[in-house]
């Protein structure tokens, strides 16, 4: 039997103690690139948040921009004169295709004629004016002489547009050919008398006037309504 003597180790303890000893290999740390900057990316989006700032701001503007126009307070029928009375003025934010009037223009609408019916409530455009009353160029005005059982049911009113249409005589057989008829803009009535006739003055072409006037003379004739504009 063997004996170790003089204090010497076996090999496999010296082997141990010496890998205790040593420290263990630690890895090393790989840096973590950094991501790089782009300021050209940077620019373009503090441009496109400041084009959006002053687009918001351009279209608040915008919107709070009101002109003050001219308006219609009461009914003026057409072929009216349009008096002081008649206009208001409001303020108004407005598409650039509605034509309106300036309320400093108060003065120069003062005195034109209605060319439609003016609607209370309503803005008022250019185009809805004219500067002479009917007749207007190309027209006569002729009164028509219309009993109670010939009006309309619902009345008429200034600027309507009708259809004067010849009826034929009582004792006469019918005939096979349609009635002649002559076209008029209504431009006024006048009030029902006793026997309830209402006169109303029409405009026709100029050449339809002497033809309406002899038929109005004989009351053989009837209004035919036609639809109103707009």
């Given at each position: 039997?063997?004996?170790?003597?003089?204090?010497?180790?076996?090999?496999?303890?010296?082997?141990?103690?010496?890998?205790?000893?040593?420290?263990?290999?630690?890895?090393?740390?790989?840096?973590?690139?950094?991501?790089?900057?782009?300021?050209?990316?940077?620019?373009?989006?503090?441009?496109?948040?400041?084009?959006?700032?002053?687009?918001?701001?351009?279209?608040?503007?915008?919107?709070?921009?009101?002109?003050?126009?001219?308006?219609?307070?009461?009914?003026?029928?057409?072929?009216?004169?349009?008096?002081?009375?008649?206009?208001?003025?409001?303020?108004?934010?407005?598409?650039?295709?509605?034509?309106?009037?300036?309320?400093?223009?108060?003065?120069?609408?003062?005195?034109?004629?209605?060319?439609?019916?003016?609607?209370?409530?309503?803005?008022?455009?250019?185009?809805?004016?004219?500067?002479?009353?009917?007749?207007?160029?190309?027209?006569?005005?002729?009164?028509?002489?219309?009993?109670?059982?010939?009006?309309?049911?619902?009345?008429?009113?200034?600027?309507?547009?009708?259809?004067?249409?010849?009826?034929?005589?009582?004792?006469?057989?019918?005939?096979?050919?349609?009635?002649?008829?002559?076209?008029?803009?209504?431009?006024?009535?006048?009030?029902?008398?006793?026997?309830?006739?209402?006169?109303?003055?029409?405009?026709v072409a100029t050449g339809d006037g002497p033809a309406?006037?002899?038929?109005?003379?004989?009351?053989?004739?009837?209004?035919?309504?036609?639809?109103?504009?707009?």
């Amino acid at each position: 039997m063997t004996t170790a003597t003089n204090g010497s180790r076996s090999p496999q303890a010296s082997t141990a103690t010496s890998s205790a000893a040593r420290p263990m290999p630690v890895a090393p740390r790989v840096a973590t690139p950094k991501g790089r900057r782009r300021p050209g990316l940077l620019a373009l989006g503090i441009a496109l948040v400041a084009v959006g700032a002053l687009a918001a701001v351009w279209l608040v503007n915008s919107a709070g921009q009101r002109t003050p126009v001219i308006t219609v307070v009461r009914e003026v029928p057409y072929g009216s004169v349009v008096t002081e009375a008649d206009l208001g003025t409001t303020d108004v934010s407005v598409d650039a295709t509605v034509q309106t009037i300036p309320a400093n223009e108060a003065s120069n609408v003062v005195g034109s004629v209605a060319a439609t019916n003016l609607v209370a409530g309503s803005l008022l455009g250019p185009a809805q004016l004219t500067a002479v009353g009917p007749p207007g160029p190309d027209e006569v005005l002729v009164a028509v002489a219309i009993p109670a059982t010939r009006m309309p049911a619902g009345g008429l009113q200034a600027g309507d547009h009708v259809l004067v249409v010849d009826t034929p005589n009582p004792d006469a057989a019918p005939s096979g050919a349609p009635p002649g008829a002559i076209p008029a803009t209504v431009v006024r009535l006048g009030p029902a008398d006793v026997n309830g006739i209402t006169v109303v003055d029409v405009t026709v072409a100029t050449g339809d006037g002497p033809a309406l006037a002899a038929r109005s003379a004989t009351e053989r004739i009837a209004l035919v309504v036609q639809p109103r504009d707009g």
